[in-house]
């Protein structure tokens, strides 16, 4: 029986075969990353303290509608307000009811360093999320298998991408590690069953060098989550949902970094 994530990936790639690359994408690309500041990941996330990666995500698949209406541009505002280290922007059209667009506006808006969410599978889209403002890309292990995440994490620094491998298990952790992945992040949310396990994030989040940077993501709940995985040596998060539903953003992520 095939998965949320099953049918997120064959949507992914029936509209990459479907529609032929645009002449010039890749030229385009280092120019528009040639052109603008560069703000990094790491750096952003190597800071003393808690550090959130604050999400903008209009809609999940197990969860439904999370903001309406929805403002980017908003929200990344307020994040940055609120202590977040950067902001993540989820695209994906169908199933999260995403636009590459925001990245844009929320760059803009934040001045922040910006990841974009999607489900990557092929080095243009990474040409594209670069031309589209992103300073980051999140590569998912669990569906680039063999080689191919290692050729995607080189073609993101090829087009002046930081990456952040995303992985749920020990198997993947050790793929991330084996390609020398600087930014792991540990997905404490299982995309396939959508099941969250924080203590089995910290357990695979610790087990990351220490000259690497290990981001613990989804399932983050309350600033009580927050200080348990504190606790446990995490000190970096990515965080959606509960930023999403808050009445003051701002105030929910100030929060979470207040817990270190």
């Given at each position: ?9 064959a949507?992914t ?5 479907a ?53 980017p ?15 993540s ?36 889209q ?7 403002g ?9 569906i680039?298998?063999?080689?191919a995440?290692?050729?995607?994490l ?12 995303e ?36 357990t ?57």
């Open positions: 029986m095939s998965t949320a994530l099953d049918r997120i990936v949507a790639r029936a509209r990459l075969d529609a032929p690359q645009a002449p010039g994408l890749e030229k385009a690309a280092r120019l528009a990353v040639a052109g603008r500041d560069r703000r990094s990941l790491r750096a952003a996330l190597g800071a003393p303290g808690v550090r959130v990666i604050a999400e903008c995500k209009r809609r999940s698949p197990s969860k439904g509608w999370l903001r309406e209406p929805f403002d541009g908003g929200l990344a505002a307020a994040y940055r307000q609120g202590g977040a280290a950067a902001v922007v989820v695209t994906e059209k169908e199933f999260f009811a995403g636009d590459p667009g925001w990245v844009g506006e929320v760059r803009e808006a934040s001045g922040l360093p910006v990841l974009r969410k999607d489900f990557f599978l092929a080095p243009r990474l040409a594209e999320a670069a031309l589209g992103a300073d980051a890309v999140l590569l998912i292990a669990g680039l298998p063999g080689p995440l290692a050729m995607m080189a073609a993101a620094a090829d087009r002046g991408l930081e990456a952040l491998v992985v749920h298990d020990e198997a993947e952790l050790e793929r991330a590690l084996a390609v020398s992945a600087p930014l792991v992040g540990v997905n404490a949310r299982d995309l396939r069953t959508f099941a969250v396990d924080l203590a089995g994030a910290a695979l989040a610790a087990r990351v060098p220490a000259e690497r940077v290990a981001v613990v993501e989804s399932g983050i709940s309350s600033p009580a989550d927050v200080r348990t995985l504190v606790a446990r040596g995490v000190r970096r998060f990515l965080v959606g949902e509960h930023l999403l539903r808050a009445a003051d953003p701002a105030a929910a992520v100030a929060e979470l970094v207040a817990c270190g």
